[in-house]
């Protein structure tokens, strides 16, 4: 259809019109706040956007989400609100799909007036980026994506650890472990493909050695000669991912070749049911130690848990991960109290002065909270770990090292990388 | 030299497997002229039958028997159900290619409802590994390999000797000359569907024992390669789909161990265009001469 000169004019009135308007309603939208001197002090609810897929393949990460952001709410809002208001917990679909975060973070920001947001996942972080940064949002986002381990975008933050930390972990574990040769096999999955520099960057540091770093294709019927290959090298420990059907082959031919004589260190994907089902769970625990992120234990996560129970009942238990939205929503409400505003910039600037140390620590909102309005410094301790973000604003661990049982098919948990640990074996 | 002729037995083990699917394959196709894109459930269906029967009765033999049936039938329904009737309405291959999709669709689904969408641990003991010439193989590699020989010696004795045979390759070259000649086509078709059906149900097994675990989606996976080894030897023509399955096996497994593992199946497919481009009508093909003639 060709517009005529009159009709483009009238078009771009038409935009301009319903710009202008769109500001006033936005305005009009975000005046539950009032300014001062030391910024934007709320004058109603304070909000928080839970960005996350709700629904598709992947819908149980929004909804650890929004149940990690809701227990948070719930000690917020028995602790004293934020700046003496009550936080509301607002959130949008993005169905784990980069093209549709982009309207989904447009109408939680223009709709719901949110003063930070918890997520996305780093499925879609690169859509979400642009926007939240043009509207300087502090947005903490989680997954595990290697590409933000130096992120430089002031307004993100991630609080759950990087793949490249479980590669540290991966590799500190088999070298406490007295394993100094190392072969790895990944298979030709990018998500899979971020863990070998790690690995090779850790293990050497640490002054093992990498005999060999074999990429395989998934679904074959026979990796036969690779792994003849890694026998003929004679590595003490294998570092691995694959899909589980690649998997029951790769370990069915290690079976067959040297009947699984070196044991075998594997990501988080190698602790889920799937995969072990796949490879057996006697050839599990016999030969694999699956490396992943675990839960910690004290004060922090005593609240959460406690605070869980009230929300959602005793009987109930948390979804994998929705530790890491509550310490999320915490620090940003505890990062808006300590800057005494709700304006982004402020809040950015708090956040490592409520999380890191030095400080008093402290693991609930409202001893945080009451240190905070003391004059103290404070330090806060999540449920999810110390929460202590780096320059880049990322975390570390804690991980285990977890051996499949096979009587009662759980995984039970060896060893424990402190986030300290990890810090210090990080090359 | 030894890691070459290591990599060289390991080939020849996926290429036994691999040459009893593309055989079957390459039937079917040479008495219907359609590429029959659910073959790989056929696999699936033996893989199953197998891992059911061992269960029960804890023995290979029987297990290897139900695959071989379970395939056959299945292979038979196809025909009887869909297949067959599609060619007597004269719907085009392109019509029946799609059907044959849509079959390998419900096939997998009806798989996940009955034994849910995780992997299968089908754990035989493959036994030691034993040098044997200059190739490291297991008891159970020795006994793929022998099966598959032994098999295609009996399909070669099947279509070039018997009278059925006979009638196999007067289908395959003229389905409309056969039947004015007395031949029923659509009879023979059904029965060369079931003979395909028996060796990819006995081909499915081998291929569970072998990966040692599989799902609903395991055979559809392995029918890309199946297909590659068919078009590359000449589709419809079985003597061509045996060497074309023996190469591509090869090819799997010495680009996987001397070039790059994650990229054997983009060379194997690389080497298929190659050969589409050089020989339309695949590596071993005779205008004037049908297979095992």
Known sequence: MNLGRSDRRAGAWRLVASSAATVVLLAACGNNTTSTSSGKLPTGPVTMGVLSCFTGSLASLGQAMLQGSQVAQKAINDGGGILGQQLTIAHADTQCDEADSVPATRQLLAASNVVG?????????????????????????????????????????????????????????????????????????????????????????????????????????????????????????????????????????????????????????????????????????????????????????????????????ANQQPLANANYAYDAVISQALAIDKANSITGADINAAMTSVTNPPGTKCDTYKTCLDLIKAGTKINFEGASGPLDFNQYHNVFGPYAAFQQDPASGQQVQLDVLSAADLAAATP | MHEALLTLGFGIVTASILALSAVAFTLEYAVTNVANVSHGEILTVGAYAAYLVHQRTGSAIAAAIAAAIAGGLVALAMHSAVIGPFIRFGASPTVVFIATLGVSFVLQNVLVIFFGAANVAYTLDPGAPQHIGPFLLTPLDIEIVVSAIAITAALFLIISRTKFGKALRAVSQNRELARVTGINATRVAGATFFLAGLVAGYAGFILAESVGSFNPYFGFGFFLITLTAAVAGGLGKAFGTLVGAVMVGLILEFAGGYISASYNLAIAFAILAVVILVRPRGLFTNARRTVFE
């Open chain 1, 117 to 313: 947001i918890i997520g996305p996942e780093t499925q879609e972080i690169n859509a979400v980026t642009p926007i939240v940064t043009s509207a300087k949002i502090p947005t903490q986002f989680q997954g595990g994506s290697t590409l933000f381990d130096k992120n430089s975008n002031q307004w993100l933050w991630r609080d759950s650890p990087s793949d490249s930390q479980l590669g540290v972990a991966m590799a500190l574990y088999a070298y406490k472990k007295g394993y100094h040769n190392a072969a790895l096999i990944f298979y030709s999955d990018i998500a899979a493909q971020t863990f070998p520099p790690p690995i090779t960057a850790t293990f050497t540091k640490l002054g093992g050695k990498i005999v060999t770093n074999i990429t395989i294709a998934p679904g074959q019927t026979s990796y036969r000669t690779q792994v003849q290959q890694v026998i003929a090298l004679n590595p003490d420990v294998i570092f691995t991912q694959t899909d589980a059907p690649t998997a029951a082959v790769l370990f069915r031919n290690f079976k067959e070749l040297d009947n699984l004589a070196i044991p075998f260190v594997g990501t988080d994907v190698t602790g889920g049911d799937d995969f072990l089902k796949a490879i057996t769970y006697q050839v599990a625990h016999d030969h694999l130690i699956s490396v992943y992120g675990t839960s910690v234990t004290g004060a922090a996560a005593d609240e959460f848990n406690k605070v869980f129970a009230a929300v959602n009942g």
